[in-house]
């Protein structure tokens, strides 16, 4: 890709830059040694052993083939089919469906929750699927992207609601009037079949694009505001409680820019109708003007969009960048592209290692301390995505050039 000129002082655009070259291939030294095949990613920096979960695996599948396939670079593409493999061979199940963990060396768990098959998790193998298979046809059939689909559709699909059931036990008992249903399975389902239309081009996808859209639209978007709630009752209703009044800036993000690459995917104007909302209550609401964490976002709003948890997670600014990117790329929004880039230096410059090495927080508190230090293997996902966005808006290199490497 072309080289882009940054201006000086923009480190974390630098860093941007040299994510999928630089710092991926650093980090994969350490997160999937060479060893006996096939192999799972490390769920997290400095801790090695202990469960291995199927949403980290496929994350990671994704992330890889996403980069090697735009960057050309074989070995991330090789890498995602080492771990690819680990997950056939050990997370899913004989009808298709994949379990939440096993132990590192494949082993099925005792604990009941580890079998679960969560919608949740089995986006993330669509995702990766078809995004594995783009990248090297040979390591994915296209049957086994059928298979996934079929999962999803016959076990985990409420035929009453045309929602999704949360897990597999659910979708075999019911929902209980203690259970929530939550928007974000139908989030990432739309993410991974806009993915399938994207990489295969058959229209199927954009009908069923359509549908998870109608059920956002129907039981998740509060119309009052437009902000999506993250929960709503077993029955779909909204709830007055914590959880049913729950409105999480970062899934703003990530829904409007979803719902304007469902328009630009599809030709279907309608859904990117709703992102104005969207995006008008979190821009009000959703960011930290002042202090030690200015330009992060709150990790939770309440429906009215007051401030309910202070502290602040990596991946909500991400999602933030990605739409900011997107949308200077699709309409050359300066304003955009300047957002963009602000938020890289604080992605870059506050959670990354300064130094460029593969090293990151998950999460600081109101006083810009870090609270939750761990190096989570599955937010490269959300990382990678805003680079790509990024860089597919010339706001920097996808690769960075070899003298920097």
Not at 133 to 149: F, K, S, Y
Not at 164 to 185: I, K, S
Not at 259 to 279: F, I, K, N, Q
Not at 300 to 319: M, S
């Amino acid at each position: 890709m072309t080289a882009v000129a940054m201006p000086d002082g923009l480190q974390g655009c630098r860093m941007a830059g040299a994510f999928a070259s630089a710092l991926i291939p650093a980090w994969l030294d350490l997160a999937l040694p060479a060893g006996t095949d096939p192999a799972p990613v490390i769920e997290e920096l400095a801790r090695e052993g202990g469960p291995v979960t199927t949403l980290t695996q496929a994350r990671t599948v994704f992330m890889l083939a996403h980069l090697g396939r735009l960057t050309g670079d074989a070995r991330l593409v090789a890498a995602a089919g080492r771990i690819c493999d680990f997950l056939r061979a050990h997370l899913r199940d004989a009808d298709g469906g994949c379990r939440y963990s096993v132990a590192a060396d494949g082993t099925p768990l005792e604990d009941p929750g580890a079998a679960l098959r969560r919608s949740y998790d089995q986006t993330f193998v669509l995702l990766a699927l078809v995004t594995l298979r783009d990248a090297d046809p040979q390591a994915v059939a296209a049957a086994e992207i059928d298979g996934c689909w079929d999962f999803i559709d016959t076990v985990l699909t409420d035929r009453v609601s045309d929602a999704l059931w949360e897990d597999d036990r659910m979708a075999a008992r019911g929902a209980g009037p203690d259970d929530l249903r939550a928007q974000n399975p139908h989030m990432h389902l739309l993410e991974a079949v806009l993915q399938c239309l994207e990489l295969t081009g058959d229209r199927i996808w954009a009908d069923r694009a359509d549908w998870l859209v109608a059920v956002a639209e129907r039981y998740f978007i509060d119309p009052s505001t437009g902000a999506v709630r993250e929960f709503t009752g077993p029955d779909f209703r909204p709830l007055d409680t914590a959880a049913g009044l729950r409105r999480e800036p970062g899934h703003q993000y990530e829904w409007a820019w979803l719902l304007e690459r469902h328009a630009l995917l599809t030709g279907r104007a309608g859904a990117a109708g709703l992102v104005p909302a969207m995006h008008g209550f979190v821009t009000a609401h959703g960011w930290q003007g002042r202090g030690p964490m200015e330009g992060a976002l709150f990790d939770a709003v309440d429906a009215q969009g007051r401030v309910t948890e202070e502290t602040h997670l990596l991946w909500p600014l991400t999602e933030a960048g990605k739409f900011y990117a997107a949308r200077a790329r699709e309409t050359g929004d300066a304003a955009a592209a300047e957002r963009a880039r602000q938020i890289a230096e604080v992605i870059f410059g506050r959670y990354f290692d300064g130094d460029g090495r593969p090293a990151w927080v998950n999460q600081f508190d109101a006083g810009g301390n870090v609270s939750w230090p761990a190096g989570l293997s599955r937010l490269l996902y959300h990382v990678a995505l805003f680079v790509t966005e990024g860089a597919s808006a010339g706001l920097w290199p996808l690769a960075a050039p070899a003298s920097r490497s």
